[in-house]
């Protein structure tokens, strides 16, 4: 079993920034990507940003490139996502995901931190 733990969400104003934490437990010891998705009201869940533990590459939806940064430390079992110049599109509740290495899908989520954007 694995527990994710977001925190850093909250209200900001358009234009202003936010950064997302996320800890892992649990069974991490074989995770080789952690990574954030979003979900607003009436929409599906969208996957936004991931971070591969073997080297380091970064994904980004198109949504959020140049403007959101993931980050994080392995030995920790963290991950960050910087949020700038956001948009009161980017309002959703988002959550962190981890992904085994013996699994292709990202299939451990976190409960959720909202996050809410004002024009």
């Known amino acids: 079993q694995v527990q994710l733990e977001e925190s850093g969400g909250g209200l900001v104003q358009a234009g202003g920034s936010l950064k997302l934490s996320c800890a892992a437990s649990g069974r991490t010891f074989s995770s080789d990507a952690m990574g954030w998705a979003r979900q607003a009201p009436g929409k599906e869940r969208e996957f936004v940003a991931a971070l591969s533990w073997n080297g380091g590459s970064t994904w980004y939806a198109e949504s959020v490139k140049g403007r959101f940064t993931i980050s994080g430390d392995h030995a920790k079992n963290t991950v960050y996502l910087q949020m700038n110049s956001l948009k009161p599109e980017d309002t959703a509740v988002y959550y962190c995901?981890?992904?085994?290495?013996?699994?292709?899908?990202?299939?451990?989520w976190g409960q959720g931190t909202q996050v809410t954007v004002s024009s």
């Open positions: 995901a981890l992904k085994d290495s013996s699994d292709s899908r990202f299939n451990s």
